[in-house]
């Protein structure tokens, strides 16, 4: 990685709820209302941000555990602002705090933590062959 990566650094995302994002299975829809799939994706997305600028060409970040609390539900049109914040950096390991709240009213809909681990491409490819 390159240098320059720390405890603190900070990556912001924002979304608007869609009815893609509702809690659905199979196309079932069970709730109108952002799912906790769709945070988890985003929280991961915010956290993947922090490292992106210190990456090294041959280097990729890979997704290596993920904590959610989904704590209130955020309808249709809701803007959203996913926010995550580097709390541990050592080696290769990154992991952040992160927080999805609603920008009009700063209600906080979910907080987690995203743990990536950042290897070398090929070995990457190596472990995906063995699986």
């Known amino acids: 990685m390159k240098s320059g990566l720390a405890v603190g650094h900070t990556a912001i995302i924002t979304t608007e709820v869609t009815p893609g994002m509702y809690a659905q299975f199979e196309g079932n829809v069970v709730h109108p209302v952002y ?11 915010a956290s993947r941000k ?12 890979m997704g290596a555990k993920v904590n959610v ?15 995550a914040n580097v709390i541990e950096y050592e080696g290769n390991v990154i992991v952040t705090t992160v927080t999805v709240r609603e920008r009009e009213n700063n209600r906080l809909i979910g907080k987690g933590e995203v743990k990536q681990v950042v290897l070398p491409k090929e070995k990457i490819n190596e472990r995906i062959k063995e699986s």
């Open 69 to 83: 609390e989904h704590m209130a539900p955020a309808k249709t049109g809701s803007l959203l602002e996913i926010r």
């Open 35 to 45: 799912s906790t799939v769709s945070m988890v994706y985003h929280m991961e997305w």
């Open 50 to 61: 922090v490292i992106l600028p210190y990456l090294e060409d041959h280097e990729e970040g």
